[in-house]
């Protein structure tokens, strides 16, 4: 132990006031131990978060972020969580996956879109003011403000081809 301990301080160069270790990786490599990693560790719960075929969830999440800009897709903020909305963890397709941020994440799993900012919007039109601004190429505001218009309202909606959820035929 001795020895260690000298060979570990004689291994401590001070350089412009900096401590740095020189040489003890060379005397003392990591090894290698296989015996505690995946299926042999005892934290194993049948890979990695619980989810099958994690790669492929993966490459599902890359591409839906890109798809959504990264952004929620019920209130248009900035988002880096993927919801199943089926409510699995192996369903990974790309119409089972949905991009949200954390408020809108914990407001599916309770199942109260009230909570959600810019969620009347998405329950009256099926969409949020962001997906509406972007289809007819204006800002957040505009669109917000020709909502509260009836006549502008009217107009937006059949530029958009939707109808108010609930509005008779």
């Keep these: 132990m001795k020895d260690l301990l000298s060979v570990l301080i004689l291994s401590v160069k001070v350089e412009n006031g900096i401590k740095k270790m020189e040489n003890v990786k060379k ?63 192996y369903n990974h397709d790309m119409s089972n996956l949905i991009v949200v941020c954390k408020v809108c994440h914990g407001v599916l799993h309770s199942k109260d879109l009230k909570g959600c900012y810019n969620s009347k919007y998405v329950r009256k039109y099926g969409m949020n003011i962001e997906e509406m601004a972007d289809r007819l190429g204006l800002n957040k505001s505009t669109v917000t403000t020709y909502l509260s218009n009836k006549a502008k309202r009217e107009e937006i909606l059949l530029k958009l081809g939707i109808k108010k959820k609930g509005a008779r035929a």
């Design 27 to 89: 005397l003392y490599p990591a090894k290698k131990n296989d015996s505690r990693v995946g299926k042999n560790n005892h934290n194993w719960n049948g890979g990695s978060a619980g989810y099958k075929d994690h790669h492929q969830m993966k490459l599902n999440r890359l591409e839906k972020l890109k798809q959504a800009k990264g952004k929620c897709e019920v209130c248009g903020k900035n988002a880096k969580t993927i919801h199943h909305i089926d409510e699995t963890n």
